[in-house]
């Protein structure tokens, strides 16, 4: 369903990020992320110059090539627009990335090692949508096995607990959906009765 209508209005600016997860002929992954970034309006700097209404003001992409227990094994990136020519140049740290699990902390560890002035904000952006594509791109390469084959790779050590469980409404302990899918997680509500 869409947004309902909305009032008279001007564009301002325009975010568009694509990523995609590929399997490879080797058997790893790759998530690629394309961002980009454009202007209702026409803009210049001292550094570019003109950039006309609709033209990249950002546009940056970033290859992740993942194993099956989602680390990095390689990372690029390439700028084609950027407002100052400094901004190619933190690229070559993400090399910094390898040896990363795109699981568990995976966002605070990514700015630990390519956050600040060593870095992009506009490629950690990029980077941090990429992360959920690479837990959808291994879930893919393991399909046509059990529901939950892909998911041990986010599991507890002693099993108590289900790693999606309590990570979204959906899946909250006492949704009908725990109860159907992961019944041994399901905890039913110890809230009063709402409807009544």
């Known amino acids: ?30 998530v690629e992320g394309h961002l980009v970034d454009a202007r209702g309006y026409d803009t210049r700097n001292d550094w570019r110059g003109a950039v006309a209404k609709g033209d ?19 990372a690029t990136a390439a700028t084609d627009a950027s407002p100052y020519p400094r901004c190619r140049e933190p690229l070559s740290k ?65 099993g108590s607990t289900h790693p999606l469980v309590n990570t979204c409404h959906s899946y909250a302990a006492d949704s009908p959906i725990v109860a159907k899918m992961w019944p041994a997680h399901y905890r039913p509500s110890s809230k009063p009765d709402e409807t009544g």
């Not at 909305?6 to 058997?27: F, H, K, Q, V």
């Not at 490629?123 to 291994?138: D, F, G, T, Y």
């Open 1 to 30: 369903m869409p947004l309902p209508d909305a009032r008279p209005r001007e564009l301002l600016t325009r975010r568009s990020i694509t990523c995609n997860g590929y399997l490879r002929d080797d058997g790893l992954m790759d």
């Open 94 to 158: 993400l090399e910094r990335l390898v040896g990363l699990s795109v699981a568990g902390g995976f966002k605070k560890h990514v700015r630990s090692r390519i956050g600040g002035t060593e870095g992009c904000t506009h490629v950690l952006a990029l980077i941090e949508a990429m992360s959920n594509v690479a837990v959808h791109a291994l879930a893919g390469k393991r399909r046509g096995q059990d529901r939950d084959s892909m998911l041990s790779t986010y599991g507890t050590r002693d």
């Open 56 to 74: 990249p003001v950002h546009e940056m992409w970033v290859r992740l090539t993942i194993d099956d227990q989602l680390v990095i094994r390689a």
